[in-house]
């Protein structure tokens, strides 16, 4: 199981149409600890001004493909073919402060 944060507007279209890198990423990460990723959201919710974020926790069929880098706390995805699925989502308050 992974953890990847984001803006909680971006939470339906990964739905619909799967985690996408970035114009400025090559690739999507997902932390191994869901802490990390709470991290991220609050820090880029406070960056980008966004209301709500979520962390949403994924699990992968298969990690053994060159296009993921397996580091110690998180994996890089480089094909966007390689879509994991979604096993829930936590919504995390404008108000939340992460200590």
């Known amino acids: 199981m992974f953890f990847h944060g984001t803006p909680k507007k971006n939470l339906d279209p990964i739905r619909r149409e799967g985690f996408k890198r970035s114009d400025s990423l090559p690739s999507v990460s997902y932390a191994r600890q869901s802490s990390m990723s709470l991290d991220h959201v609050v820090q880029k919710r406070q960056e980008l001004d966004e209301p709500?974020?979520?962390?949403?926790?994924?699990?992968?069929?298969?990690?053994?493909?060159?296009?993921?880098?397996?580091?110690?706390?998180?994996?890089?995805?480089?094909?966007?073919?390689?879509?994991?699925?979604?096993?829930?989502?936590?919504?995390?308050?404008r108000n939340y402060e992460h200590k």
Do not use: M, W
């Not at 069929?61 to 094909?79: F, G, M, P, T």
């Open 52 to 93: 709500d974020g979520v962390v949403i926790a994924v699990r992968f069929e298969n990690l053994d493909d060159a296009a993921i880098v397996k580091n110690r706390s998180d994996i890089h995805v480089y094909k966007a073919e390689l879509q994991p699925e979604i096993i829930g989502y936590c919504t995390v308050p």
